[in-house]
């Protein structure tokens, strides 16, 4: 069993309260959930950063190397 850190109270409104709930799974807490969000907002990220590289910067080829 995973051990809980210490926890602190972030206020919400209920309206994204319910955001929230409609993103999680049976039984998941709202940390997993966040953590899990925030993960995917990470891998998110590195893709636009990827796309915006291959887009935006000159590739040489190997055999020009």
């Known amino acids: ?3 809980m850190a210490e ?3 972030i206020p919400l409104s209920k309206e ?3 955001l929230l709930k409609k993103y999680g799974q049976k039984g998941e807490t709202y940390d997993r959930l966040i953590r899990r969000l925030l993960e995917i907002a990470e891998q ?3 893709a636009k950063r990827q796309r915006r590289i291959l887009a935006e910067e ?3 080829s190997l055999d020009q190397v």
């Open 1 to 3: 069993m995973i051990e």
């Open 16 to 18: 994204t309260r319910d």
């Open 7 to 9: 926890t602190t109270t």
């Open 44 to 46: 998110t990220e590195f």
């Open 58 to 60: 000159e590739f040489v």
